[in-house]
């Protein structure tokens, strides 16, 4: 079974321009969440979304947003992209939350976006 | 969410056990407790996790002191694979706010 992908693997996008990072969950899991991973930070929290709402959301600025679809399949689009937005950028799902409190999280391989 | 604090980093010799500390003093009676591991150039992976009691599985154990202010994965026989950033967090058992905050987690170094 596959486990959660992410495209593209790498992104090269210039300061101003706009970026669009695509998330594909495990299949059976209606959870997505987004996560940011920039060089000696850690795992920084973006958005949360469940049953294709938005639970949650880090504090991060509006230019950070995101969607889910029927699918749950999940974008994340960055816009007026910064230079300090070069980071790795995870995508996790895991089964429902309403369903299975504290379930697990699946994490994909991530998206290396690269701002010049 | 209640926040997590661990070491930077621990070093370890191979086959030999590895105690990871994190201390959560402000956990809640809902919070439970999680770990996971990032290998290099991979995502984070699950690890364990528990509420009260000591937890075991095929990776690792998660001891959990009486006042859950901390708790302690334990890799019994550490292996070169085994070298990772290591993440303790917290998540409310409701869950419905919960940012599921990572944070830098520890880096384990595994000796040959």
């Known amino acids: 079974e596959a486990g959660v992908t992410q495209s593209p693997t790498h992104l090269i996008k210039t300061r101003g321009q706009q970026a669009t990072l695509r998330c594909s969950p495990i299949s059976g899991h209606t959870s997505v969440y987004w996560y940011q991973q920039a060089l000696g930070l850690g795992l920084q929290f973006l958005l949360w979304y469940d049953e294709g709402e938005e639970r949650n959301r880090g504090n991060f600025p509006p230019r950070f947003s995101g969607r889910q679809f029927p699918n749950y399949s999940s974008e994340l689009n960055v816009n007026a992209l910064e230079l300090e937005d070069s980071a790795l950028y995870l995508c996790?799902?895991?089964?429902?939350?309403?369903?299975?409190?504290?379930?697990?999280?699946?994490f994909g391989s991530g998206t290396q976006l690269s701002v010049l | 969410d209640a926040k997590t604090t661990q070491p930077n980093s621990m070093e370890s010799n191979e086959e030999e056990p590895v105690h990871l500390p994190c201390n959560h003093s402000t956990i809640s009676g809902t919070d439970y407790i999680h770990w996971y591991r990032q290998l290099p150039s991979q995502g984070p992976e699950y690890v364990i996790h528990?509420?009260?009691s000591n937890v075991n599985n095929r990776m690792a154990s998660l001891a959990i002191a009486e006042d859950r202010k901390s708790s302690t994965l334990i890799l019994h026989r550490a292996t070169l694979r085994d070298a990772a950033v290591y993440y303790c967090i917290l998540r409310d058992e409701a869950g419905a706010n919960s940012k599921l905050t990572f944070g830098k987690g520890i880096t384990l170094s595994v000796r040959p």
């Open positions: 996790a799902s895991s089964l429902a939350f309403r369903q299975h409190l504290n379930e697990k999280l699946f």
């Open positions: 528990g509420l009260t």
